[in-house]
C-alpha cells in the first residue's frame, strides 16, 4: 500500500534555516514522512526540480529500499539532500578540517543554493554516509533543494537524504506526485503531494574538484550562470563527455544508461525540415505521433498521412516553460499510446543544454534530423 501525503508548501515558513508550520494536515503529514525516514523508509517527496525518492543517506537498508523500489543499477551512486549548508557541515563533514568545503564552490552555493546545483565534494575518510549511496566513488554529491516541503522535511528529521529522481529507472523523471504514484504504487509506503515541480528537470552537477571544473550533467543551474557568477576558475569549466564505457566507473549521471526514455520512439524535429515528416512518419509505421513543439503547429506538414493520429503538443515557448513541460508529455504520450513522439529541437543556450540534453538521452542518442 502506498498512501499520498498532501502537504502544502505555502504552510511552510522559514526563520533562517529552521522550518516553522502551524498545526495543521501540513504538519500531521510532515510528520507521517519524518517517522518512515526514521525507520529506515523510503519516502517520495517534491523538489523544485523533480519527485525524489528518498531515504537517509546514513542508512544503508534505507538506501537499498530507494535501489530496489527504482529497480536502478547498483552502480550509479545516489545524490544528498541537505537542509542548509551548516546541516551538511554539521552532520557530514563533522571531521573534516576548515574549510570544509572547497573554496571553489563557494561562490556557486551562495548564490545557487538553495536550488538545482550539486556539487561533489571528497568523502571524508570516517563518513556516516552509507557505502551503497556512494557505490565506492572517492566523492558524494550533494545539494540543498529550494522546495520549502524538502527543505523542512529534511529539516524536522535532521536526516541528510539520499534521493535520486522518484522515477522508476530509465522512465521520465516524476515532476508531479501522480507520475510517481504511477511508477512506485505498492514499492513505498509514502508519497507526498506538494503540487508540480516547478523547474521540471533535474539539477545541475558540477565537480569542482578536477582541474578545469566540469560539468556531469546540466540542468536547472546554466552553464551561462555558473561562467558568470562562479569566478576566475569557473570561467574554464567543460562540459563532461557523455558517454562511458562497460567498466567505467559512473562519473556523469547516467552515461551508460538510456535514461529519461518514454516508451515511444523519440526523435527530434530540426526546424526547416518539415517536408520531410509525412515521409519519416510513414517509414516508421507510426500511427499515434505526439508532436511536442515550441514554436506553431506545422499543421499542412502532417497532411496527406492517413490512419495516423497527431497529438498537438505544446512545451510553451520560453526555455522554462519547456523545461517545466518536458517530462510531462512524455509520460502523457505514453499514456495515450504513442508509438513516435517528435521533439522539435531548440538551441542549446540557456536552459536550452539542459532541455537537449535530456531529449538526446531520451532518444538513446539516436537522434535523426529528419
Ligand atoms: O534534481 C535532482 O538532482 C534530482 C532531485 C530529486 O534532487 N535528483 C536526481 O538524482 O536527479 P539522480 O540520482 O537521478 O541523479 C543524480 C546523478 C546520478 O545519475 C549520478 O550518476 C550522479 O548524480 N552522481 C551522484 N553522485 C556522484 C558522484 N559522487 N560522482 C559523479 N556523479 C555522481
Ligand atoms: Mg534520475
Known amino acids: 500500500m502506498t498512501a499520498v501525503l498532501k502537504v502544502d508548501p505555502l504552510k511552510i515558513t522559514f526563520d533562517g534555516i529552521h522550518a516553522r508550520i502551524a498545526p495543521s494536515k501540513t504538519l500531521d503529514n510532515l510528520r507521517i514522512a519524518v517517522d518512515a ?30 535501489y530496489a523500489a527504482k529497480n536502478r543499477p547498483a552502480d550509479n551512486p545516489l545524490i544528498i539532500h541537505v537542509s542548509s549548508r551548516e546541516q551538511l557541515e554539521t552532520t557530514l563533514l563533522q571531521s573534516v578540517p576548515s574549510p570544509k568545503i572547497p573554496p571553489i564552490y563557494v561562490p556557486l552555493i551562495e548564490k545557487f543554493w538553495p536550488g538545482p546545483l550539486t556539487i561533489l565534494l571528497p568523502l571524508p575518510e570516517n563518513t556516516t554516509i552509507s557505502p551503497v549511496c556512494t557505490l565506492g566513488q572517492s566523492t558524494f554529491g550533494v545539494r540543498v533543494p529550494a522546495n520549502p516541503i524538502a527543505r523542512a522535511l ?15 529507472s530509465t522512465k521520465p523523471s516524476c515532476t508531479t506526485a501522480q507520475h510517481v504514484f504511477n511508477d512506485m504504487r505498492d514499492r513505498i ?22 582541474s578545469p571544473p566540469q560539468i556531469l550533467r546540466p540542468g536547472g543551474v546554466t552553464l551561462e ?6 569566478g576566475s576558475a569557473w570561467k574554464n569549466v567543460v562540459i563532461a563527455k557523455p558517454n562511458a564505457k562497460e567498466n567505467e566507473k559512473v562519473r556523469t549521471p547516467g552515461m551508460k544508461y538510456r535514461h529519461y526514455s518514454p516508451q515511444a520512439y523519440v526523435t527530434v524535429f530540426q526546424p526547416g525540415a518539415e517536408h520531410k515528416l509525412v515521409d519519416f512518419v510513414r517509414n516508421r509505421k507510426a500511427t499515434k505521433v505526439a508532436y511536442l513543439r515550441s514554436k506553431t503547429f506545422p499543421k499542412s506538414a502532417f497532411a496527406g498521412l492517413e490512419n495516423v493520429q497527431v497529438y498537438d503538443m505544446p512545451l510553451g515557448t520560453t526555455n522554462k516553460d519547456i523545461s517545466h513541460n ?16 517528435i521533439v522539435e529541437g531548440i538551441d542549446v543556450t540557456e536552459e536550452g543544454l539542459a532541455i537537449m540534453n535530456r531529449i538526446h538521452k531520451a532518444a538513446g542518442e539516436i537522434v535523426e534530423a529528419i
Do not use: H, W
Not at 154 to 168: D, G, K, Q, R, V
Open 326 to 341: 518536458l517530462f510531462n508529455y512524455f509520460r502523457e504520450a505514453d499514456s495515450l499510446g504513442v508509438d513516435l513522439i
Open 189 to 210: 509506503p509514502f508519497i507526498i503531494d506538494g503540487g508540480p515541480a516547478d523547474i521540471g528537470v533535474e539539477s545541475t552537477v558540477v565537480d569542482g574538484l578536477v
Open 154 to 168: 529534511i529539516e524536522m528529521s535532521n536526516l541528510p537524504l539520499a534521493a535520486p529522481s522518484a522515477n522508476a
Open 225 to 230: 550562470q555558473i561562467r558568470e557568477i562562479g
Open 37 to 66: 525516514l526514521k525507520k529506515d523508509q523510503v519516502v517520495a517527496f517534491p523538489t523544485e526540480t523533480v519527485y525524489g525518492l528518498g531515504a537517509s543517506c546514513q542508512s544503508t537498508p534505507g538506501v537499498q529500499g530507494i
